[in-house]
Structure formats: structure tokens, C-alpha cells
């Protein structure tokens, strides 16, 4: 098993795991209807083409495309029509959001690129010297890769909204905004400010202002632990933050405006 931790916290993000992996050669027109999925799959087809029903909706995955189906309640099933040879990849994620949507197969075309990482998978599984933890490493590229094969399909708009987010949550960071968007810290701010019509930097300042404000007045919390909630790890640094933007101090600021 692979463990992610966030490198400023050390908390564990995901981890994941590689249960089972097998080539198929199918040769006959067949369907497999009502297939469980307890695990999370990763279906890559080398030649030829499937079809897959998810609920109501039909799939056709062809050669050299990738299918993540995420573990769900619902059973699937899948016709081959002619000879395919594929693979299928099951494993387990802690945190499968932290790579694609949860609730919503992902369907790549073109993606040739991913066929190295399931041979290999494939090989050590096969191996009488199997290592886990090789395997699981290739999953990880392959899931990695997907998140940002994601990420670069995203309209400019729906980018925009995901690096507000990550603003939010990272405060001032625009360094480790960069890298769960993965684009460049020039483009960031440019996108941002196209999108929004206002600088990444001035909306990460009002937003952090507002939220220390609403702390200070609505809450009796130390100021060492409201700049830890905001994402300082060191108060003085937000002391001074706020001083200079709200030309006084946190405390004062508290004094004059409490209403509990």
C-alpha cells in the first residue's frame, strides 16, 4: 500500500493499493451482465472494443482507451462483440476523490501512454518475486496521471472556480496552489484574474481579512489559534498581516468590534 501525506501537515491525503490485476483475451461475442463492483477499476483495452452499461448509460470503450470506474452500488454489465484483449485493474483508495470524481466514470481515449504501467502492474503480479509495493506504485502513476489529464480538460472557467477553492484552502500559498492545479505560477494569476476580474493575490487578502474578522468578533479563540486556522504558522507573521491591511491589531481590533 501506497500512503499520500500532505507535505506542510504531514496528514495522510489517500492511500492505495493494487488487489488484482488480469489480461483478458476474449474471442467470442459474450456479455457478462450484473457485475459487482465492490473495488475500483481500471479497464485499459489493448485491441479491439467493449461496451459497458452503467444504469442507463452505454459506454464504448475502444482500443488504446481507459476506463476508471469507481466502486459503486450498482451492478454493470459488458459485452465484447469481437476478439479484445484488455486489462482490468481493481484496487483500493482511501480517498478516491483525490484523483477523479467518485460518483461518475471517467472514460480517456488516446491513452496509449498508460499501456507501460499496466504491463508492468502486470508483471510483478504475475512474478514469483512480487513486490506490492512496485505495483502499487505504478497504480499511483496512472492515478496521478489521470488527475491531471483532468485537471487540463477543464474549461478556463471551471479552473478558475477549482484555484478559488484551493485558495481558500491554502491561503497565501500560491506555490502549493500551483501544485494541485499543476500549471504555472504565472498562468494562475492570469486566469484567475480573467475569470474574476479581480488579482488571485487581492482576493486571498479579503478573503483572509474577512475570515479573521468573523473570528475575532464572533468567537473568544486565541490569536495564535485563529492565524493557525487561517494557515499561519506563525502568529506573529499574521499579527503583522492584519496590522498592516486593517491599520491595527488583531487584539484592538477585537476590543472595538466583539459582540459576544
Not at 24 to 31: D, G
Not at 75 to 89: L, M, N, R
Not at 150 to 172: F, G, P, R
Not at 174 to 191: A, F, G, M, V
Amino acid at each position: 500500500m501506497i500512503t499520500i501525506t500532505d507535505d506542510t501537515t504531514n496528514k495522510v491525503i489517500t492511500s492505495v493499493k493494487l488487489n488484482d490485476i488480469k489480461t483478458l483475451n476474449l474471442r467470442k461475442e459474450i456479455t457478462l451482465e450484473n457485475i459487482k463492483v465492490d473495488k475500483h477499476k481500471l479497464i485499459y483495452v489493448v485491441s479491439g472494443e467493449m461496451e459497458t452499461y452503467i444504469k442507463d448509460e452505454t459506454i464504448a470503450v475502444k482500443q488504446k482507451e481507459l476506463m476508471l470506474l469507481p466502486s459503486q452500488k450498482e451492478t454493470i454489465s459488458v459485452s465484447i462483440f469481437d476478439e479484445t484483449i484488455f486489462y482490468v485493474a481493481a484496487f483500493t483508495c482511501s480517498n478516491i476523490e483525490a484523483f477523479a470524481n467518485p460518483n461518475k466514470h471517467l472514460l480517456i481515449k488516446d491513452a496509449e501512454t498508460y499501456y507501460g504501467h499496466f504491463k508492468s502492474m502486470n508483471i510483478y503480479k504475475e512474478s514469483v518475486l512480487y513486490k506490492q509495493n512496485e505495483a502499487d506504485i505504478k497504480l499511483l502513476n496512472i492515478l496521478e496521471d489521470i488527475k491531471f489529464t483532468m485537471c487540463h480538460d477543464q474549461t478556463s472557467e471551471e479552473l478558475a472556480l477549482k484555484i478559488h477553492d484551493y485558495a481558500l484552502e491554502y491561503i497565501s500559498d500560491i506555490t502549493k496552489i500551483k501544485e494541485k492545479i499543476r500549471y504555472s505560477n504565472d498562468y494562475i494569476p492570469k486566469l484567475f484574474r480573467k475569470e474574476f476580474g479581480e488579482s488571485l493575490k487581492q482576493h486571498i487578502i479579503d478573503d483572509t481579512l474577512q475570515s479573521a474578522e468573523e473570528l475575532l468578533i464572533h468567537t473568544h479563540e486565541e490569536i495564535n489559534t485563529i492565524a493557525e486556522t487561517l494557515g499561519w504558522d506563525d502568529s506573529n507573521k499574521f499579527i503583522k498581516f492584519f496590522k498592516y491591511h486593517k491599520k491595527k491589531s488583531p487584539t484592538t481590533f477585537r476590543k472595538e468590534n466583539r459582540i459576544i
